[in-house]
């Protein structure tokens, strides 16, 4: 139902980029109310996860970062989904989508996540356990966890 495609920063299309920072700002400056700066380098150390309907309309994004980039572990951020496709089978099948990308182009190796708080169950379901580490982020509850 679900397409899903990972490119390196500068594999993107300038449309492709377009496309995800308009999901995220949407998603996290928007509706979150959470003004923070979007722009914070990463994008050009990471790797771009598309997802699109059949209708080839974005549903999912998601960025992959490598170790270093974030946290000494691979790391995985900027998870979102477009509140159309919400409810609607896209999260878990983006999730496996970047589980298998890291694989492959990483092995088996630890990741680490700072995931928002609500969203704890949904990344236990992929195998992320907390780490006790909680905080707020932007005023938004995150707990730190790892797979």
Request: charged share 25%; glycine share 8%.
């Amino acid at each position: 139902m679900y397409q899903f495609e990972i490119k390196a920063f500068d594999d993107l299309s300038v449309r492709e980029f377009h496309d995800i920072l308009q999901l995220r700002v949407n998603v996290f400056i928007v509706e979150q109310n959470c003004p923070y700066p979007e722009l914070d380098g990463k994008d050009l150390l990471s790797f771009h996860v598309i997802g699109r309907d059949q209708n080839g309309r974005v549903a999912a994004t998601a960025r992959i970062l490598p170790p270093g980039v974030s946290y000494p572990e691979v790391s995985i951020g900027r998870v979102s989904s477009h509140p159309d496709f919400r409810g609607k089978g896209v999260g878990h099948p983006l999730m496996e989508a970047v589980l298998s990308f890291i694989e492959k182009q990483f092995g088996a190796v630890p990741v680490r996540i700072s995931a928002q708080a609500y969203l704890l169950e949904y990344y236990k379901k992929h195998g992320f356990v907390p780490t006790g580490k909680e905080y707020l982020e932007d005023d938004i509850p995150h707990v730190e966890m790892l797979r």
